[in-house]
């Protein structure tokens, strides 16, 4: 069965200030990975995602995310955050044969200081 | 074009209460999902509905029914409401291929007393 670790429940960051956000994952051959952004009251929106391929993978908003199979991660990344990037993340990983079958993280609570 | 949407936002029950949650996209999209999420922890995977007049489990099925009732709209029934279900729902759509991207509603806020 496949699962997904977010190790970091909270993380705290200044505005301007870089951030990494961890994923690992397990599951028996290539997975499809997913990072989402959940505002609060609002649902999930798709950050990012990593089929194949280039294993840097560019999404919206800034941030791009590192596929490292030997590692069974794909860590979350963006250079300079804004105060509006405040949220919860969630990485999933999926099947190669049904995305509809994702497994989430917990999620890792971004907050971002002034 | 609204996307997926739900309702409602939110509803409180009395344990043992039953209610369905409606979900509708309008972007032609093959699949539907109904995920629950908990305080602290990701979504799980209730039912899904990989194309009109199919249903399948997900992680989560136990103390709830689905049904698709055409292309555009899923939904999710509790027959006898338990505390247990208290949660935030979203419902979400996809195209239906294996690496396509899923659409979130806005989700509803489910208490049981």
């Known amino acids: 069965a496949q699962s997904v670790t977010q190790p970091d429940i909270h993380i705290t960051v200044s505005e301007g200030a870089s951030l990494e956000l961890r994923c690992n994952y397990s599951?028996?051959?290539?997975?499809?990975l997913f990072w989402y952004v959940q505002s609060p009251g609002q649902g999930l929106q798709l950050l990012l995602k990593y089929f194949s391929g280039d294993t840097l993978v560019q999404g919206i908003k800034g941030f791009e995310a590192e596929f490292k199979r030997s590692q069974s991660s794909f860590n979350l990344r963006k250079p300079s955050v804004h105060w509006s990037d405040a949220a919860e993340y969630f990485c999933?990983?999926?099947?190669?044969?049904?995305?509809?079958?994702?497994?989430f993280g917990d999620g890792t609570t971004l907050t971002v200081k002034p | 074009n609204a996307g997926v949407t739900q309702t409602p936002k939110f509803q409180v029950l009395k344990t043992g209460q039953s209610m369905t949650l409606q979900c509708a996209q309008d972007?032609?999209?093959?699949?539907m999902y109904w995920y629950r999420q908990d305080p602290g922890m990701g979504l799980r995977l209730i039912y899904y509905?990989?194309?009109?007049?199919?249903?399948d489990k997900g992680e989560v099925p136990n103390g709830y029914n689905v049904s698709r009732l055409n292309k555009r709209e899923f939904s999710l029934r509790l027959e006898s409401a338990a505390p247990s279900q208290t949660s935030v729902y979203f419902c979400a759509s996809s195209e239906g291929r294996g690496t396509d991207t899923q659409y979130f509603g806005p989700g509803t806020r489910l208490t049981v007393l």
């Open positions: 999933a990983v999926s099947p190669y044969t049904n995305a509809g079958k994702s497994t």
């Open positions: 972007m032609n999209h093959n699949s």
């Open positions: 509905s990989a194309s009109e007049g199919t249903t």
């Open positions: 599951y028996g051959a290539t997975p499809y």
